[in-house]
Structure formats: structure tokens, C-alpha cells
């Protein structure tokens, strides 16, 4: 079982940047996918960066062009380089892993709050 720590969130102005880090109790390198998803008030959740065991990435139209996720397997982190920032991207950010063991595991962090001013 592997435990997921957000952190870096916090207030920052429209147009400023962010970077949130994601850290793992154990080795994420055979973790089929380390993600962020986000959660505003009264939104549902939703996955708005990917990457996955061979360093592939994918993004949500929303934050494509302004976020960039990485991970280092050896260092057993995952980030989030957040630029341009807008008052809609205002959440909790969830750092998220979905490993396939015998049928597929996920595993959540606890979430950071990021809030963007106008």
C-alpha cells in the first residue's frame, strides 16, 4: 500500500504559478499511472493530468498549455508546474496513482487547497 502526500498549494494571483509536489510512502515505479485531479466546490472531481510508467503525458483541455505533471521513479515523486493561473482553477488538488496488481488498486493523497485570486 502505498501512502500519496500533497503539498506546495496555496493563494496566489490570476496569472501567477504554482508547483505542487506529490509524495510516495514506497516506490511508484511500477505504478501504471500517477495523476492530479481537482475538485472545486460543487463540481465533481475531475483527472486533469496523467502520467504514466513510460513518461507519457495527457492533460485536460482546461489546464493544457498551463500545467505540466512529471515524476521521478527514483525519488518517488510527482509534480504539478502550474503557470498562467485563473480564478477557475481555484480546488483541492488530489495527487492520484492507479496501479494494476491483480485488479486495478488506486491510491489518493489528501489534497492541497490551491486558491487564485482575480
Known amino acids: 500500500q502505498v501512502q500519496l502526500v500533497e503539498s506546495g498549494g496555496g493563494s496566489v494571483q490570476a496569472g501567477g504559478s504554482l508547483r505542487l509536489s506529490c509524495a510516495a510512502s514506497?516506490?511508484?515505479?511500477?505504478?501504471?499511472?500517477m495523476g492530479w485531479f481537482r475538485e472545486a466546490p460543487g463540481k465533481e472531481r475531475e483527472l486533469i493530468a496523467q502520467i504514466n510508467i513510460g513518461g507519457s503525458t495527457s492533460y485536460a483541455d482546461s489546464v493544457k498549455g498551463r500545467f505540466t505533471i512529471s515524476r521521478d521513479n527514483a525519488k518517488n515523486m510527482v509534480w504539478l508546474q502550474m503557470d498562467s493561473l485563473k480564478p477557475e482553477d481555484s480546488a483541492v488538488y488530489y495527487c492520484?496513482?492507479?496501479?494494476?496488481?491483480?485488479?486495478?488498486?488506486?491510491?489518493w493523497g489528501q489534497g492541497t487547497q490551491v486558491t487564485v485570486s482575480s
Open positions: 514506497g516506490s511508484i515505479a511500477s505504478i501504471n499511472a
Open positions: 492520484n496513482g492507479r496501479q494494476l496488481l491483480l485488479q486495478w488498486v488506486e491510491y
